[in-house]
């Protein structure tokens, strides 16, 4: 593969080479005949139709590439407290998304105590929504706190998920502070709260010249919705939203782990996201060098949101160490 490469490439550059000797030349003639009308006649017209051709050939060639993705957001807490059901019941299981998500409640109850009265959508899905869009940060902030030019390593395992593997320190980034985030969504109690552990001396690391933005819309009675964050730039158009689809009473994931009486399990909520995720890496840009590195940024982004967030790996990761079968330890071998 390699080898295959090394040639591609000694041919591109020969072609390249050919081209540019041969246009010089051209070049060198005409203007040495420019007097001659015949030269004129015939030259430019020639030139015109072949510019027109390689123009049309760049353009047919170019293609627009789309990369997307989606999964469920899924919170299970207590109705009256909106305390996480792992953390409340101390049942001895608490997702990920769901250990942060009680560190974010506590510092909005503590800076705003009548947050939770003021859900639209009850219980605490209005609530959970903002906390949805502050753990999207958490987990853009942990990746990309350095340059936007990373490597994830991918583990997959029932017990470890993925993780920073290094990151390029000679990449230009423009690098955003957590005051600039939290001024996208003034709205939001859960961006407001005070940064923790990380975000207040870290920044985050996007391409040079993206725009970033968001936005929250509200339903009719004022209740979150979704919730909206873009970054663009001259190679790639990149989107995620959350969408609230609504809860019912039930444990949920929990399901898994515990088994609550009904009495108990109609006093716990389970609020349902959609995220979605979506990319589009723009055709007049999409053979540049750089290309490749604006890929791998979007498969990081969509690697760390859905690491933070995604409900459904977090089920099968949990079925399958549910699951596991347990195994005897080797009998030893007895020393002679």
């Given at each position: 593969?390699?080898?295959?490469?090394?040639?591609?490439?000694?041919?591109?550059?020969?072609?390249?080479?050919?081209?540019?000797?041969?246009?010089?030349?051209?070049?060198?003639?005409?203007?040495?005949?420019?007097?001659?009308?015949?030269?004129?006649?015939?030259?430019?017209?020639?030139?015109?139709?072949?510019?027109?051709?390689?123009?049309?050939?760049?353009?047919?060639?170019?293609?627009?590439?789309?990369?997307?993705?989606?999964?469920?957001?899924?919170?299970?807490?207590?109705?009256?407290?909106?305390?996480?059901?792992?953390?409340?019941?101390?049942?001895?299981?608490?997702?990920?998304?769901?250990?942060?998500?009680?560190?974010?409640?506590?510092?909005?109850?503590?800076?705003?105590?009548?947050?939770?009265?003021?859900?639209?959508?009850?219980?605490?899905?209005?609530?959970?929504?903002?906390?949805?869009?502050?753990?999207?940060?958490?987990?853009?902030?942990?990746?990309?706190?350095?340059?936007?030019?990373?490597?994830?390593?991918?583990?997959?395992?029932?017990?470890?998920?993925?993780?920073?593997?290094?990151?390029?320190?000679?990449?230009?980034?423009?690098?955003?502070?957590?005051?600039?985030?939290?001024?996208?969504?003034?709205?939001?109690?859960?961006?407001?709260?005070?940064?923790?552990?990380?975000?207040?001396?870290?920044?985050?690391?996007?391409?040079?010249?993206?725009?970033?933005?968001?936005?929250?819309?509200r339903d009719s009675s004022g209740g979150f919705a979704q919730a909206h964050i873009s970054m663009v730039n001259d190679f790639v158009d990149l989107e995620i939203r959350i969408k609230l689809r609504g809860g019912?009473?039930?444990?949920?994931?929990?399901?898994?782990?515990?088994?609550?009486?009904?009495?108990?399990?109609?006093?716990?909520?389970?609020?349902?996201?959609?995220?979605?995720?979506?990319?589009?890496?723009?055709?007049?840009?999409?053979?540049?060098?750089?290309?490749?590195?604006?890929?791998?940024?979007?498969?990081?982004?969509?690697?760390?949101?859905?690491?933070?967030?995604?409900?459904?790996?977090?089920?099968?990761?949990?079925?399958?160490?549910?699951?596991?079968?347990?195994?005897?330890?080797?009998?030893?071998?007895?020393?002679?």
């Amino acid at each position: 593969m390699q080898g295959e490469a090394t040639v591609i490439s000694v041919l591109k550059w020969a072609v390249i080479v050919f081209v540019v000797l041969t246009a010089a030349v051209a070049a060198w003639l005409g203007w040495q005949n420019r007097d001659s009308e015949k030269v004129i006649l015939t030259a430019l017209p020639a030139l015109a139709v072949a510019t027109i051709g390689v123009l049309l050939t760049i353009l047919f060639g170019l293609k627009e590439e789309i990369r997307e993705t989606e999964f469920p957001a899924v919170f299970t807490y207590e109705r009256a407290s909106l305390i996480p059901l792992g953390l409340a019941r101390d049942i001895g299981y608490l997702p990920s998304s769901e250990t942060w998500a009680s560190m974010h409640l506590q510092e909005i109850t503590t800076a705003h105590p009548d947050a939770i009265t003021k859900d639209k959508n009850s219980p605490g899905m209005d609530m959970y929504g903002d906390i949805a869009l502050r753990l999207v940060f958490d987990s853009l902030f942990l990746t990309f706190g350095k340059t936007w030019d990373v490597k994830i390593d991918k583990r997959d395992l029932p017990f470890l998920g993925g993780g920073s593997g290094g990151y390029d320190e000679a990449t230009k980034s423009d690098l955003i502070p957590w005051s600039k985030i939290s001024g996208l969504f003034p709205g939001s109690y859960a961006l407001q709260a005070p940064p923790v552990l990380f975000e207040e001396k870290m920044e985050l690391g996007i391409p040079v010249g993206t725009k970033l933005s968001g936005e929250v819309k509200r339903d009719s009675s004022g209740g979150f919705a979704q919730a909206h964050i873009s970054m663009v730039n001259d190679f790639v158009d990149l989107e995620i939203r959350i969408k609230l689809r609504g809860g019912a009473a039930g444990i949920g994931i929990y399901s898994l782990v515990a088994h609550l009486p009904q009495y108990e399990s109609s006093n716990v909520w389970t609020a349902n996201y959609l995220v979605s995720m979506k990319a589009k890496l723009k055709a007049y840009r999409s053979g540049h060098p750089d290309m490749p590195k604006y890929q791998a940024w979007v498969d990081n982004v969509f690697e760390a949101v859905k690491e933070q967030l995604d409900s459904q790996r977090e089920w099968e990761r949990k079925k399958e160490s549910v699951t596991l079968p347990k195994t005897s330890p080797l009998p030893m071998k007895k020393s002679s």
